[in-house]
Nanobody, 125 residues
């Protein structure tokens, strides 16, 4: 059974940092594009960041560019999202996703066929 499990969420103050992790099991994602998305209740799922299979290509939503960094450790079958200078607008459930059939990054959630259950990030001012 393939699983993506996010961790590292929690409550932070404006300006703080958090680091999310996503550990995969059941299959290797070392050859696959991966991504982070987020969703607030009542809103659509929003693209945050994506990374190619070897980490050579990354892409970010404008709202997080310069503050968030996506990275991966293929030997650990894990990806990360370093979130700095957090804002209240960053409050959401953060989801990790994997592209089972592609090595490329993607902003489109429909391109992902593996999803974690999410981890809550709450930023208060």
């Amino acid at each position: 059974q393939v699983q993506l499990v996010e961790s590292g969420g929690g409550t932070a103050q404006t300006g703080d940092s958090l680091r999310l992790s996503c550990a995969a099991s059941g299959r290797s994602f070392s050859a696959n594009g991966m991504g982070w998305f987020r969703q607030d209740p009542g809103k659509e799922r929003e693209f945050v960041a994506t990374i190619s299979w070897n980490g050579g290509t990354t892409d970010y939503a404008d709202s997080v560019k310069g503050r968030f960094t996506i990275s991966r450790a293929n030997a650990k079958n894990t990806i990360y999202l370093q979130m700095n200078s957090l804002k209240s607008d960053d409050t959401a459930v953060y989801y990790c996703a994997g592209r089972g059939g592609s090595a490329s990054p993607s902003r489109n959630y429909r391109d992902y066929n593996y999803w974690g259950r999410g981890t809550q990030v709450t930023v208060s001012s």
